[in-house]
């Protein structure tokens, strides 16, 4: 049962390149998030998507662009990579709407910009 | 959204119980209260949640007073390997809920 995978695992990027970041979940979920988190901070919510086909800001969205591909699948992604964006990026899904249900995260891409 | 107020670090050590608070002053009458537990170069796992009055189950206990401004996570018989980040969420997680974690109380734990 893999829950939520995230790829690539690690990736080095230089400034301006551009980069999307998968992630994928098994558990017929509804909602996605991207958190990214800095060295010794909280989680920052990205972008989320409450359900397929719908997708929405969250506190540090700036830089980012992202797709609800399906159901299953909702990618990042980061058109000019700046090192600002160095960053630990989570995925994390959570279940039906109108259920107070937790979210369940991947093990997080560390994306590094030169 | 209601604001969190953690602990920013506690230190323990093994066998002993720990207790985490965290402050909510104004939380809303729908909110839950969610705790997550992360452990280095891992995405947050969710341990326990709870309404009002006490949750417990294989990991943790939940305590949470009339009031519901505060609540307490408590770990019994802590070890090493509960040595991680802990974090307090309040609110009511419908599908696309804005969570906003806070930087967490970080736990030690020593032999």
């Known amino acids: 049962n893999a829950g939520v995978t995230q790829t690539p695992k690690f990736q080095v990027l230089k400034t301006g390149q551009s980069m999307t970041l998968q992630c994928a979940q098994d558990?017929?979920?509804?909602?996605m998030y991207w958190y990214r988190q800095d060295p010794g901070m909280g989680l920052r919510l990205i972008y989320y998507s409450a359900s397929e086909g719908t997708t929405d800001k969250g506190e540090v969205p700036n830089g980012y662009n992202v797709s609800r591909l399906n159901k299953r699948e909702f990618s990042l992604r980061l058109e000019s990579a700046a090192p600002s964006q160095t960053s630990v990026y989570f995925c994390?899904?959570?279940?039906?709407?109108?259920?107070?249900?937790?979210?369940?995260f991947g093990d997080g891409t560390r994306l590094s910009i030169l | 959204l209601a604001k969190t107020t953690q602990p920013i670090s506690m230190d323990s050590y093994e066998g002993q119980e720990v207790n985490i608070t965290c402050s909510h002053n104004?939380?809303?009458?729908?909110?839950?209260i969610t705790w997550y537990q992360q452990f280095p170069s891992q995405g947050p796992r969710f341990i326990i949640q709870g309404y009002k009055t006490k949750v417990t189950n294989e990991v943790a206990s939940l305590f949470i007073p009339a009031d519901r401004k505060s609540s307490t996570l408590s770990l019994p018989r802590v070890s090493l390997s509960d040595t991680a980040v802990y974090y307090c969420l309040v609110g009511f997680f419908t599908g696309g809920f804005k969570t906003i974690f806070g930087a967490g109380t970080r736990l030690f734990v020593k032999a």
């Open positions: 994390a899904s959570s279940g039906p709407q109108g259920g107070n249900q937790p979210q369940h």
């Open positions: 558990m017929n979920h509804n909602s």
């Open positions: 104004n939380i809303a009458t729908n909110d839950y």
